[in-house]
């Protein structure tokens, strides 16, 4: 499961307050759904916390972004620990992520790498073509040959090969669009929209997005077995 975690800013505007406020509601939200996640039995979890886009946002923004990231991550490593959640980061690339950010994240992912419970990715500075290009880049370093090329080899020069493609992509606030988030994983996954703004999203409206998941007809361009092939 995935979450492309949208409204912050106008959770914000609508109180009139900051877009900086908004950012800050959403760690309870973050908090909330990754135990909940955990308790529901979700075995994979990412979150999209920063695209590479989002470094255009205004430079003030920016940098509150990644001082609050820093005070989350640090707070909450021991209880990530405790609950058995293996933690990593995908992308943090740029080299205009602070040093101390970037080694926090790398401490996060050190300290939890034993962990056997939920993985939970936080997509930070990430970008979905950025990880197509470097992947072909992988590929064409390696000398394999473009016959030999398949989707299972090029998913292999992908980040973090092992975890699975996702199944249910939640984003919240009601916008549709992909937003350059995990293309080659999210090729045929669900996707909910619920109207709620991220930093109101919690426990309950997870579980009713898995609700929403389970009645849907996983197809995967194929016909229902009942039909017997018949498109009629």
């Known amino acids: 499961m ?15 307050l900051p877009r900086t406020a908004g950012h800050r509601a959403a760690v309870t939200a973050v ?22 886009e989002n470094w255009n946002r205004p430079g003030t923004e920016v940098e509150f972004l990644m001082r609050l990231v820093r005070r989350v991550v640090r707070k909450h490593a021991p209880l990530l ?16 992520i602070p040093r101390e950010l970037a080694q926090d994240f790398h401490d996060l992912a050190a ?25 072909a880049r992988s590929l064409i370093r390696s ?19 092992d975890a699975p493609d996702v199944d249910l992509v939640i984003r919240t606030s009601g916008e549709q669009r992909i ?4 293309l080659w994983q999210v090729a045929y996954a669900e996707w909910v929209f619920p109207e709620v703004l991220w930093p109101d999203f919690r426990a309950p409206d997870l579980l009713a997005c898995l609700h929403t998941y389970r009645r849907r007809d996983r197809r995967f361009g194929g016909v229902p077995v009942r039909t017997n092939g018949d498109p009629s």
């Not at 620990?81 to 205009?96: H, M, S, Y």
């Open 179 to 182: 937003s350059n988030f995990m």
């Open 111 to 135: 300290l939890t790498a034993g962990n056997r419970g939920m993985t939970l990715t936080v997509a930070f500075d990430h970008g979905g073509r950025r990880d197509i290009v470097e992947a």
């Open 2 to 16: 995935a979450c492309v975690t949208d409204g912050n800013g106008r959770w914000a505007q609508r109180r009139s």
């Open 31 to 52: 908090i909330d759904v990754v135990e909940a996640a955990r308790t529901t039995g979700v075995e994979w979890l990412s979150l999209y916390a920063f695209s590479t």
């Open 143 to 161: 000398g394999t040959p473009a016959e030999k090329v398949t989707e299972r080899l090029f998913a292999d020069h992908l980040p973090f090969p």
């Open 81 to 96: 620990l405790a609950r058995g959640i293996r933690c990593r980061f995908l992308g943090v690339a740029d080299p205009r």
